[in-house]
């Protein structure tokens, strides 16, 4: 997919004033010193703890061809250099231009929202599969065009690596990608340029206000992926008219006469559900209404908030001129993504289930569901992250107090912050609920504390992680699996019989 594009090209392209030759060829383009190689040019970007421009020379000896920068060089560089105001903006429309424009050339599905946007994906990849399409996908757990698989290092890549990998997802014969589109990552430039040909909403709840500081700061990142404040506008958004801030940008955007999906469950939309049942042995069903017809849906899914996200799918590849019948084809058989309400499977009569609920709205949907699944009662583990939002803690908290029977708090990825510290603000919480609860720091222990407590009928709710396989203990990062460790909790268990 790249064209033939000189340091010239890039300099037009980005309005840079240019130090230097600008008739070498540029063959990529990245932020990242270590990929820098024969032919790539450098963004040097300042960040908030490494200055890019540390490893200029570095870089110049793998042979960079060129540096990006919001400062004029040294007086002594010889090389070509772009100055320009913005280096993220640069950095994605230079990789744009490097590597042909990929997102014009593939229909390119964007995804954001608090809660959802990777079993959305997920899912908006297996009922293109269904269709018969060679498919590529961006998510918080793996990167994939078509079988070829690896594993995520962030939910949304930067700019230069997601036009590297459309471009490579096109070479492999894709004509769709679907991809996450975290608010950090909108605010930090990473969507720039790309063209959306479908976007969507799933909902807004409390979260990442350390970095947005407001929900009307949090949402407006969010809102970048629908107004055109990227670059084009979608041809489609599709957005959760049950979720509050969805219907705000419903009415914005249908004031600027944008086109819009709308998907519910609870009020009148596009396409809607009706007559869901949910069991933890079935998964769940219900009457599909949209636009094209109506269809019986069972999915192996389970829970009333994987009926929005299969809305969500449904509306995006819908829009993209599939039938019903894939759709029902690939929601029967869709498991979703790794880690969102996951059983782990045992022979024992009571259920085990890891989650990734890491907000006080998805926890509360979790154990929404988990309540509605069972007579028995409800056991949740969970703790919440160090150095990110302090303000979910104890709503998180008082969530887990008033919807579990027993409440084990424990350690999530402490990180730099004192574990203890993180369990007092959330046990602050789960105290104004009166619930019964114990401390448990060990992760390790908690969850086998708690699975070796359950009996008949309970649900053990293991929330926070779900997919990841590792634990942060301050700069240290270890082996650690939710789903792992409860597996050797419940052998240990079945041993004992």
Known sequence: MKNTVTIQDVATRLKAQLFGDG?????????????????????????????????????????????????????????????????????????????????????????????????????????????????????????????????????????SDTNRFLGEAIDAGCTIAVMEASSQAIDLHRCDDLRFKIAAFTNLTRDHLDYHETMEEYFDAKKKLFDGRLGDTPEVSIVNIDDEWGRTLVADLSARGQKVITTAIDTDADLTATEIDVSLVRGTSFLLKTPAGERRITSPLVGKPHVYNMLTATAAVLALGHDLDSVERGLATCVGAPGRFERVTHDGDFAVVVDYAHTDDALLNTLKTAKSLTDGRVITVFGCGGDRDKTKREPMGRVAGRLSDIVVITSDNPRNEDPQKIIDEIEVGVKAENAEYLVVSDRREAIQKAVSSATTNDVVIIAGKGHENYQIIGTEKFHFDDREVAAEALAAIAAER
């Open 23 to 159: 008739n070498a060829i540029a063959l990529d383009v990245t932020h990242d010193s270590r990929a820098a190689r024969e032919g790539t040019l450098f963004a040097a970007i300042k960040g908030s703890t490494v200055d890019g421009h540390r490893f200029i020379e570095d870089v110049m000896r793998r042979g960079a061809v060129g540096i990006i920068s919001e400062f004029e060089p040294e007086a002594d560089f010889s090389g070509a250099w772009l100055k320009v105001p913005h280096a993220r903006t640069a950095l994605a429309q230079a990789a744009n231009l490097i590597h042909g424009e990929p997102s014009h050339n593939i229909d390119l599905v964007g995804i954001t929202g608090t809660n959802g946007k990777t079993t959305t994906t997920y899912l908006c990849y297996a009922l293109a599969v269904a269709a018969e399409k060679k498919v590529a996908m961006l998510t918080t757990v793996e990167y994939r065009i078509g079988e070829r698989s690896e594993e995520a290092v962030r939910t949304t890549p930067e700019a």
